[in-house]
Each structure stands twice: as structure tokens, then as C-alpha cells.
């Protein structure tokens, strides 16, 4: 839970930030503000879960920021301090949905009880509202969206035999290809001149009415599923359920996709075609048949339009690059994260695929090739030098014919990996030292002022809850606790030196002295007047 503190009074609002125990109780201070504009602009950046709120403030009293932040996030729980105990001030609180009314001067105990108790009655207002049953409505609202985008995901090839199932069974989907499935791609044809009730610029509006068409067309066909490719082309994959000989399913599919464009003739008024993929025998193969369906609808350009196409093999060879997109993620993402382990796995499954079955060179340079063209779409996909990120491997790219053999090449893809996962993790680590750095060296230049997270993360353009949990992972504790450390050390030189207990306090940002006095007494166990009277005792 995060809370923003709002008081104008330093000593009271340094006590409630930096001596209250927040952490231990999972909530983080992640703004503090002076004034009530303040605290409606820290409000607007921080969206804090929890506000504290002195009803006395310049710029903006306290009842003015609450009505502000029930208008903009009603869900934040607001709890105010005041010095007023008049009814009418008690009644707008509660009208405005505070949720309590605290009036000063309130002991750390009370406030840290308050504050948590708002946040438990924050937590049980999130958990009623995402209870069991609207959950199950909102997911059942989204089914059919998600069961959308997952046969798109399918199409492409995005996921591996294990998430499919998985998948499918979460959005409940029986989908069974052991018998085949064919995907059927469904396109509007160029639209003529003149003489059509559509133009050019209704090509998406041509596209979805095509698509709603299609499922009232195959409303009645339990073996068949209907969705929008990204490009906005109609798909539509047939399931052979009834067991048929692979010929006469296919002559099904292409009698029902004839059908189909009858249709949308008839009823659109324009012509459409289609192209048909080859049935696939295993789920995660469905992309093949889509893509082999695309290629057949592209073939219209030879035949002429309002036509089914069915995928027939071409009879020049193909490329024997293995195009696994499963495969090519899996290492793009390994990549990225700097897993020089799993990359090489990767790497090793396409060689198998690919290098490992070339039968001339010709094919094994073009498999290298691919993996030049697979690791510089990774790098520059980041924002990265080429040259950089791989070293002295990025030689090969330049001059592929050196790698004189396949066993040279593995060598030097491994290397290359290892090299750009090394240059993740130094690119990650320097940045995190970068901040941190940042951090120390603003305290550092700002002991004689009031330091807070937020100052800092304003500072660094940085959020806040990220500096802290970075600061306390590489520092090994709190933000807050090491700046009092700071300061207190400062201070003890100080005084040992024979600084004034005045100037101890504005050295290191404290404008109330009594309070420096408290704050140093709690910290060292005993007062500067005691620390003064020893030295010269001695």
C-alpha cells in the first residue's frame, strides 16, 4: 500500500514520514507534501493508495484536497489531521468519504493504527469487488475477445504444443486435430471503379462486414470457427471431425468456401476469394495450413478474382532456412534477458533444423545468413549497437566466408550470443549503479535540506517505488533510514568538533532545534548537550 503524507508543519510531518515504522506494515511513504497544491500535484503523479491530510494548510486546506482526490480516484482512502474540533469541519469530511477524523496532536501509535486500518478496509473493498462471481462475469464477457485472440496467436505460430492445450483449455476450446484442420483465408477482392456501393477507403468496413457475414454463413456449422487475422482477413478453420479421407474433407472445405463467396455476392454486392491450406494433423501445425492458405489466395492475381484457391505445391525448391517462429522468439527473448543458457539452446535447435541437414554450401552460407539477419533484428529491435553488442564476433558478419566450417560456425554463434547476453547484463547493472550513484550523491550534496524519496525520484526522473526498492536491494536499507544515518554522523562530527547544537541542527537540515535535539537523542541515546559537556570534561 502506498501513502502520501500532506502537513505544513515540518517538525510534524519529518516525525510522521521518517519515525513511523511504515515498512514493517507493507506500506511505503511514497510522497510528501508542505502545502495543499503540493499535495494535489503529488497526488496526480503518485495515485497513492492512502492520503494523510492536515486540514490546515497554505495554498489549499485539507478538506480541499480530499474533495479533489474523491473526484479523481474515490477508491483512495483519506484520513484527516486537525486542530479543529468543530462539527461542520467533521461533517464535510464525511460527506466526502473520509475515513477518519483525527484531531492533533495524535501520537505515532495512533496514526500508524489508523493508517492501517484504512489500508485493511482497503484490502476487503478490493477483494469484494473482485470476488469469485464478477470475475467469472467479466471473463465471460471477454471469452469470446480472448478465444479471438488465441486462435490469431495460433495463426502465427506464437505458441508450442504444451501452451496450446493449456490454453485451450482455459478459454474452453476443444480443439482436436488429429483428423485435420484446414484454415480457409477469406479476402475482399480489389473493388472496380465504378458500379459498387463500396470504395477504397471502405476496405475495413468492407473486411468486418465479410467477417459477420461468414459467421451467420457458418452458424450452423459445429466444425467450424470464424476470427480476423491482424491483417483484418477473414479465417476460418474446419475441424474433420466426421473422420473423412483427406481428398473429401478438402472437397468439403472447398464446396463450403464456394458457397460462402455466393454470398457475399449476393448479399454484399462485391466479390471476394479464398485460398485453402493444406489439412494439418497436429494443433501446432494449424500455422502452417494459414499460411499455406495466404499463399494460395495471393495466386488470385494469375486466376482472376471471385475464385477458391486450394495450396498446391510450387515446383521450384523452397528455401531450406527452418522457419520455426516458436523457436526464433524463444531465443529473441533469451536475448533480451541476457540467458546466454537458454539463447544457446535456442540456437542449437535451429542448427539441428537447419545447418545440420544443408547439403551444399550455397545452403549452409544461407543458413548463416538467417542467424546474422535473426541476431541484428534482435540487437537494433533494442535501440543497440551492432558493433557493441558483439564484439569481435560482429566480424563474421561482415566477412561470413571465414567460417571455414560447421563447426566453426556453432562456435561462433554460441560466442555470439554469450557475447550480446554479457552486454545485457553490464548494460542492466551499470544502470542500476548509475542510479543508486545518483541517489548517494544527492543526499551527499543535500544534508543541510529536508530529503525525501520523492524529492530524489523527481530529481532522477525516476519512479519513486522503483528508486526504493532498488536503493534498499543494493544498499541494504532504507532509503530514509540511511539519510537519518548520514545526517546523525554528521551531526555527532560536528558537535565533537565543537559546532554549536544551533548550527549542528542547520547542517544537516533540521530548522527546528528542539526537534534535532528529539531526533539525535532517539538516534545516539543521549543529547549534544551531553555529547559538549564530555568533551570538555575530558
Excluded at 492512502?50 to 478538506?63: F, H, N, R, T, V
Excluded at 491482424?230 to 466426421?242: A, D, K, M, S, W
Amino acid at each position: 500500500m502506498n501513502l502520501l503524507i500532506a502537513e505544513d508543519e515540518i517538525r510534524l510531518r519529518t516525525n510522521i514520514a521518517t519515525h513511523i515504522p511504515w515498512e514493517e506494515h507493507g506500506i511505503e511513504v511514497i510522497a510528501v507534501a508542505e502545502n495543499g497544491r503540493e499535495a494535489i500535484r503529488l497526488f496526480d503523479q503518485t495515485r497513492p493508495d492512502i492520503a494523510l491530510l492536515d486540514i490546515q494548510m497554505p495554498e489549499a486546506d485539507g478538506l480541499t484536497v480530499a474533495r479533489y482526490i474523491a473526484g479523481k480516484q474515490p477508491y483512495t482512502k483519506m484520513i484527516i489531521l486537525s486542530g479543529h474540533d468543530e462539527f461542520r469541519y467533521a461533517q464535510e469530511a464525511i460527506e466526502l468519504g473520509v475515513v477518519k477524523y483525527l484531531l492533533k496532536p495524535a501520537g505515532e501509535e495512533e496514526l500508524l493504527e489508523v493508517v492501517l486500518e484504512a489500508r485493511d478496509r482497503l484490502r476487503e473493498e478490493r477483494a469484494l469487488h473482485y470476488n469469485q462471481a464478477e470475475l467469472q462475469s467479466r471473463w465471460e464477457e471477454n471469452l469470446p475477445r480472448l478465444r479471438e485472440l488465441f486462435y490469431q496467436s495460433l495463426v502465427l505460430s506464437k505458441y508450442d504444443s504444451l501452451e496450446i492445450k493449456r490454453k485451450s483449455r482455459e478459454l474452453g476450446i476443444a480443439l482436436n486435430a488429429a483428423n485435420g484442420i484446414a484454415a480457409v483465408v477469406l479476402d475482399p477482392d480489389p473493388l472496380p471503379d465504378t458500379g459498387s456501393s463500396f470504395t477504397a477507403k471502405d476496405m475495413a468496413l468492407l473486411q468486418f462486414a465479410l467477417k459477420k457475414l461468414a459467421e451467420e454463413f457458418q452458424a450452423q456449422e459445429a466444425d467450424c470457427v470464424v476470427f480476423p487475422d491482424l491483417e483484418g482477413r477473414t479465417v476460418l478453420l474446419y475441424e474433420n471431425r466426421q473422420n473423412a479421407a483427406a481428398d473429401v474433407f478438402l472437397a468439403e472445405v472447398q464446396q463450403h468456401a464456394s458457397r460462402l463467396l455466393g454470398c457475399v455476392k449476393e448479399i454484399l454486392k462485391v466479390t471476394a476469394s479464398a485460398g485453402i491450406g493444406m489439412p494439418a494433423s497436429e494443433a501446432e501445425n494449424v500455422s502452417r495450413s494459414y499460411e499455406q492458405a495466404c499463399r494460395a489466395l495471393r495466386e488470385r492475381v494469375l486466376y482472376g478474382h471471385d475464385i477458391v484457391i486450394p495450396f498446391r505445391e510450387a515446383p521450384h525448391p523452397l528455401s531450406s532456412i527452418p522457419q520455426d517462429a516458436v523457436i526464433e522468439k524463444r531465443l529473441m527473448h533469451a536475448l533480451e534477458a541476457g540467458n546466454a543458457e537458454l539463447a544457446k539452446k535456442a540456437i542449437d535447435e535451429l542448427i539441428v533444423r537447419g545447418i545440420g541437414k544443408a547439403g551444399s554450401v550455397n545452403e549452409v552460407f544461407e543458413h548463416v545468413l538467417y542467424f546474422s539477419s535473426l541476431l541484428v533484428r534482435t540487437i537494433q529491435g533494442q535501440g543497440w549497437n551492432v558493433s557493441e553488442a558483439l564484439g569481435e564476433y560482429a566480424d563474421s558478419l561482415r566477412q561470413p566466408e571465414k567460417l571455414t566450417t560447421r563447426e566453426h560456425i556453432v562456435r561462433w554463434l554460441h560466442g555470439a550470443v554469450g557475447r550480446i547476453a554479457d552486454y545485457v547484463n553490464q548494460r542492466n547493472a551499470t544502470h542500476c549503479h548509475e542510479a543508486v550513484k545518483g541517489m548517494l550523491a544527492f543526499v551527499e550534496e543535500n544534508m543541510d535540506k529536508e530529503i525525501s524519496l520523492q524529492t530524489v525520484a523527481e530529481k532522477l526522473f525516476v519512479n519513486s517505488s522503483y528508486l526504493s526498492r532498488l536503493f534498499k536491494q543494493q544498499i541494504g536499507q532504507a532509503f530514509s533510514d540511511y539519510v537519518l544515518e548520514c545526517k546523525m554522523k554528521l551531526a555527532m562530527k560536528g558537535l565533537s568538533d565543537g559546532m554549536k547544537v544551533v548550527d549542528a541542527a542547520k547542517l544537516t537540515g533540521y530548522r527546528d532545534v528542539s526537534y534535532f535535539i528529539k531526533v539525535f537523542r532517539k538516534y545516539w541515546g543521549y543529547t549534544p548537550g551531553e555529547i559538549k559537556h564530555d568533551r570538555e570534561t575530558t
